[in-house]
């Protein structure tokens, strides 16, 4: 039983588009959401990180958070075929120090 | 900064042999972790060190599968009697302690059991 559920599985999204991703705990001892980006080969990075309520900008980039319905949300807006990767969503729980549980995955790709 | 630093990147054995994988986390970070990560049940969580003590184990495989990690510049993930389902790229990822630290992973080991 996944604590982390995102979607969509995948996304496609054309060049210039906005691309929404959605994920929720089902657990609601959760503490802190990150998003981390992981290109095709690579290693997940960490993409941006939300610790209390409302809204979160970095350029492109905008993360969304709800701790009442245990929801964040990642906004990528003028998608750019660089963007096209597998998004993981991460939370940590409770008094498990920064143990991170990943979702599977929002796959998307940025159409040129 | 090298990173966190994994080896070997590939390993091949045959089923029932032994792996044993590495890891050298970023020089200053006090936690360790070690994940899974597969098509079907995407990164899961295996293990947790703070300071070298083992914090939390519940993601381990009870029977093969066992980690330690003697010194803080390196852990080691082994793998007893391999078989085919534990074929998967194998993330060790480090960090500074505290709830919002961000984990750094290194590169992986991609681990293949035929």
């Known amino acids: 039983q996944q604590k982390v559920q995102q979607s969509p599985e995948s996304l496609i999204v054309p060049e210039g588009g906005m691309a929404s991703l959605n994920c929720t705990s089902s657990?609601?001892?959760?503490?802190y959401f990150w998003w981390y980006r992981q290109h095709s080969g690579k290693s997940p990075k960490m993409l941006m990180?939300?610790?209390?309520?409302g809204e979160k900008e970095e350029g492109r980039f905008t993360v969304h958070l709800n701790k009442a319905s245990l929801h964040t949300s990642l906004h990528i807006r003028d998608s750019q075929p660089s963007d096209s990767a597998l998004y993981l969503c991460?939370?940590?729980?409770?008094?498990?120090?920064?143990?991170?549980?990943f979702g599977i995955g929002t796959l998307l790709s940025v159409k040129p | 900064n090298a990173g966190v630093i994994q080896t070997p990147r590939h390993k091949v054995t045959g089923k029932g042999q032994e792996a044993t994988l590495w890891c050298e986390p970023i020089?200053?970070?006090?936690?360790v972790f070690w994940y899974r990560q597969t098509i079907v049940q995407g990164l899961e969580f295996l293990t947790y060190?703070?300071?070298?003590?083992?914090?939390?184990d519940s993601g381990m495989p009870k029977e093969r599968f066992s980690a330690q990690m003697p010194n803080q510049s390196h852990s080691t993930l082994k793998i007893q009697s391999t078989q085919p389902q534990d074929s998967a790229v194998y993330l060790c990822?480090?960090?500074?302690?505290?709830?919002?630290?961000?984990?750094?992973f290194g590169a992986g080991t991609r681990l293949s059991v035929l």
């Open positions: 990822a480090s960090s500074l302690e505290g709830g919002q630290n961000t984990l750094y």
């Open positions: 657990d609601r001892n959760v503490d």
């Open positions: 990180s939300i610790f209390s309520n």
């Open positions: 991460a939370a940590s729980f409770g008094s498990s120090g920064n143990k991170l549980i």
């Open positions: 020089s200053g970070h006090s936690a």
């Open positions: 060190f703070r300071n070298q003590a083992p914090i939390d």
